[in-house]
């Protein structure tokens, strides 16, 4: 079963409006904006996976993240939050889109030794 992780960059919406967005950086066009930060994140969990059936609709695929925590470096000072997507046959038990929440000092640790893949 195919199985992504996503990078998630939460932050207020420009130009300040005290709305917040959340973006998933390897899925341009993949925006969600609420008036809290968490409500941002749980639309845009709602919105990626008709996003995914869109792009593969078109023929495009569905681009991989070498790790969590793979844009960290690009964003600056923003709330980071990282979503699993599974597509195709799962468990009773898996949900198709649920956050995750990888150990911080192992993506710092990644960021400093300059562990990134592209």
Request: charged fraction near 25%; glycine fraction near 8%; hydrophobic fraction near 45%.
């Amino acid at each position: 079963m195919p199985e992504f992780i996503f990078d998630v960059v939460i932050r207020p919406a420009v130009p300040p409006r005290q709305r917040w967005e959340a973006l998933v950086p390897a899925l341009p066009g993949l925006v969600a904006e609420a008036s809290s930060d968490m409500e941002a994140f749980e639309g845009l969990q709602t919105l990626i996976v008709p996003f995914l059936a869109e792009r593969l609709a078109r023929g495009e695929g569905v681009p991989r993240q070498s790790r969590a925590g793979h844009y960290m470096d690009r964003y600056g000072l923003v709330f980071w939050q990282f979503l699993r997507v599974r597509l195709g046959p799962r468990r009773a038990d898996q949900r198709v889109v649920e956050p995750i929440f990888p150990d911080i000092d192992d993506l710092l640790t990644d960021l400093e030794g300059g562990g990134l893949e592209e």
